[in-house]
């Protein structure tokens, strides 16, 4: 069943992306099949349902289709027995610094959710019911990172949650593999990469609880070669 059902999903999530041009549709297969995140969130149920879901650095929105794909298929019974159920998501707002990812955004969901072209270091983030950022805080500097940090807390309500996946700078090659892989990922992208910042779980754990936050790591890079945590925050 659950074989069965991650074919169908991601089927359903990468099809509207045909419409975006066959780079942004070849993209959604292979991250979306890839990479052990998307499952993670569902199959741990680590996103509550939500007023409004905020997605910085969105990418082209990849994350917004798999969540609506997914709770069409919890509605329709066609969900694995052991999973909590799919989040239940009114809107999604995700906001990306490169135009052409928000335009592939736009073309392969429409008014399914809502995205814009920003920065996350100086954009307004108006009020959520959960924030996810996923692999995007070792671009902007330590300084930046607890700032933005700050804005989500102050955009949620007391036990909002916020989730985060970052590499453990503590994790040794496999931490450095990834780094490297991402750096590339980026780069073609289009993304200029200069330098990138870095933390230990453990650091993470510690700004987060600066910042407003009470956290829980989870390893997050099943059947890969990386050393990714997400960590699932609190607003306290």
């Given at each position: 069943?659950?074989?069965?059902?991650?074919?169908?999903?991601?089927?359903?999530?990468?099809?509207?992306?045909?419409?975006?041009?066959?780079?942004?549709?070849?993209?959604?297969?292979?991250?979306?099949?890839?990479?052990?995140?998307?499952?993670?969130?569902?199959?741990?149920?680590?996103?509550?349902?939500?007023?409004?879901?905020?997605?910085?650095?969105?990418?082209?929105?990849?994350?917004?289709?798999?969540?609506?794909?997914?709770?069409?298929?919890?509605?329709?019974?066609?969900?694995?027995?052991?999973?909590?159920?799919?989040?239940?998501?009114?809107?999604?707002?995700?906001?990306?610094?490169?135009?052409?990812?928000?335009?592939?955004?736009?073309?392969?969901?429409?008014?399914?959710?809502?995205?814009?072209?920003?920065?996350?270091?100086?954009?307004?983030?108006?009020?959520?019911?959960?924030?996810?950022?996923?692999?995007?805080?070792?671009?902007?500097?330590?300084?930046?990172?607890?700032?933005?940090?700050?804005?989500?807390?102050?955009?949620?309500?007391?036990?909002?949650?916020?989730?985060?996946?970052?590499?453990?700078?503590?994790?040794?090659?496999?931490?450095?593999?990834?780094?490297?892989?991402?750096?590339?990922?980026?780069?073609?992208?289009?993304?200029?990469?200069?330098?990138?910042?870095?933390?230990?779980?453990?650091?993470?754990?510690?700004?987060?609880?600066?910042?407003?936050?009470?956290?829980?790591?989870?390893?997050?890079?099943?059947?890969t070669p990386f050393c990714n945590v997400m960590l699932v925050a609190k607003a306290?």
């Amino acid at each position: 069943m659950t074989a069965n059902f991650h074919r169908t999903l991601l089927q359903r999530a990468t099809q509207p992306y045909r419409s975006a041009g066959l780079f942004a549709w070849k993209f959604a297969k292979g991250k979306l099949k890839g990479d052990p995140a998307f499952v993670g969130l569902l199959e741990h149920g680590l996103i509550p349902d939500a007023e409004r879901l905020i997605d910085l650095g969105c990418g082209q929105g990849l994350l917004a289709a798999w969540l609506l794909e997914a709770r069409a298929l919890h509605e329709s019974g066609h969900w694995p027995a052991h999973w909590p159920a799919a989040p239940k998501v009114k809107n999604v707002w995700g906001l990306e610094l490169m135009p052409k990812d928000v335009a592939r955004a736009r073309a392969a969901l429409g008014d399914r959710a809502r995205f814009e072209l920003g920065n996350i270091c100086t954009a307004d983030f108006g009020k959520a019911d959960v924030v996810i950022i996923l692999d995007v805080l070792h671009y902007i500097d330590y300084a930046a990172q607890e700032d933005v940090l700050r804005r989500i807390r102050a955009a949620l309500p007391t036990g909002g949650t916020f989730i985060t996946r970052i590499g453990d700078a503590a994790g040794g090659l496999p931490f450095k593999f990834s780094n490297w892989v991402d750096r590339t990922v980026f780069f073609i992208r289009g993304h200029r990469v200069n330098r990138i910042y870095c933390r230990t779980q453990n650091e993470w754990l510690e700004v987060l609880k600066r910042t407003g936050f009470v956290a829980e790591a989870m390893p997050m890079h099943k059947g890969t070669p990386f050393c990714n945590v997400m960590l699932v925050a609190k607003a306290i």
